[in-house]
C-alpha cells in the first residue's frame, strides 16, 4: 500500500503542522535492551484497545521494545517532525503501530522516508474522508502510505476500497472490544437456586432504577399471561428501595418474595426480589433472559455493562439509551446479540417472545462471541505487527 517518494502532499502537510502551539511534547523514554523496537502511537479512541494488543505483543515477543508516542494535553508527538525524526533515528524501530483515527503526518512522514513499515489498526473511516477538503486529500495520501489497514467495520472497508486502497493489504478486524472478567458467584448457591426453580422461565431485571420499575412490573404480568410459571428476579440499583418496591409489587397484584429475608420461592412466587446489586454474577447465571435496567430511561447511573450478562450466556433486552456503553451495544447490536426495545409495550412483547429456547440460544451465544472476541482481534492486529518486524528474507538467486 506504501509507495515511495513523497505522495504526501507537501503543501497540505505545512498547513497542518503550522498550526501547532507551545513548546510541544517530550522526547518519549526509549527503553533500553537488544530486542527489536516498536514505535506506537494511539489516538484516544483506541485507548481501550491499547492495552489488550501490547499485552499480546509482549507475550509473543518478550524482548521488544515500545516506545509509545503518547499524546500530551494539546500536543500530539506525531504532529512534531524534530520529534519524531529524534525518537525515529535513536530507537530504530523496525516498524510504527498506530492505533485509531489519528494519522499523524509527522510521524507518517518519517517512517515513511526511513522506509520503515506503518500500521494502522482499529481505524474507522466516515463518509468526509471522501471529500475533497485539503483535511480529507491529507488523510487519503497518508493512507496511501500504509504498509497495512485494519479497519473495525464494514462501513470503513467499503470507503477504502472506494479510495482504492490496496485490497491486499487491508482487512476488517473488528474492533478489540474490553476482555472483563466474568462475574463470579457459589456454584452451591447457583445449584440450590436453580433446584428451587425447577424449570420456570425467569428473567432477570439487572440494576433496575425507580422509572423503570412499572415498565418491568407490566412486562411480567404480560409474560405471566403467556407462561403462568414465569418468574422476575429484580436487583433494584438502590438496596434501600426493597422494601418499597416490595409493597408496589404486592400493590400491582404480584406475589413477591425477598432475598435479603431468605424467603422461599416456590410457583405460588412470581417475582423474586433480590438485595440490589449484588451476587450479579448469579442471577445472569439463572436467568436465560436480562434487561439491562436504565437503558430505558436513560439513568446512567443505574446502567451496567453489557458485557457481564453476554459472558453468561444470558439473553440481552435493554432500551434505547446507550449511557457510557454506546461502543459496547453498538457491537453487541451489529452482531445480532440483542433485544431492543423502545417503549414498556415493547419491553412487554420482547419479554412474551423470548421464551423460546431457541430463539435466546442464538441471542446469547452471539453476545458471549461478542464479549469475548476482543481477544482474537487483538491477535490478528498483534500477528501482523509481528509480521513487520520480522521480514522473511527474499531466497538468494
Known sequence: MATAGSGLGQLGLWLHLRGRRGDGPALPAIPAGTGPALAIHTSADALRAEPQILGRLSRARPGLRLVRLSVQGPDDPGDD????????????PRAVLLLGTDLPPALIAAAVARQIPVILAEFRLTGNDLGW??????RRQLLSQMRAVMVCDATSLDLARRMGLGAGDLAMTGPVSEIREPLRCSETERASMAQQMNGRHAWFAASLPPAEEQAILSAH????????RALLIIAPDDPRRIDGLARDIEACGLTVARRSEDEDFGDEIQVLLTDGPTEMGLWY????????????????DAMRHPFEPAALGSAIVHGPQAGPHATEWQQLTGAHAVRQ????????????????PETIATLASNAWMVS??????????????????????????
Open 221 to 228: 404480568q404480560a409474560a405471566l399471561r403467556r407462561s403462568h
Open 81 to 92: 517532525p524534530a520529534l519524531v525524526s529524534q525518537v525515529l533515528d535513536r530507537a530504530r
Open 133 to 138: 477538503g485539503l483535511h480529507a486529500r491529507m
Open 285 to 300: 447465571r439463572l436467568a436465560p433472559v436480562s434487561f439491562m435496567g436504565g437503558t430505558l430511561s436513560g439513568d446512567a
Open 372 to 397: 469475548t472476541g476482543g481477544a482474537d482481534v487483538a491477535i490478528r492486529i498483534a500477528d501482523r505487527v509481528i509480521a513487520a518486524l520480522d521480514p522473511v528474507e527474499s531466497p538468494a538467486p
Open 341 to 356: 426495545v423502545r417503549t414498556a409495550d415493547d419491553l412487554a412483547q420482547a419479554v412474551t417472545e423470548l421464551t423460546q
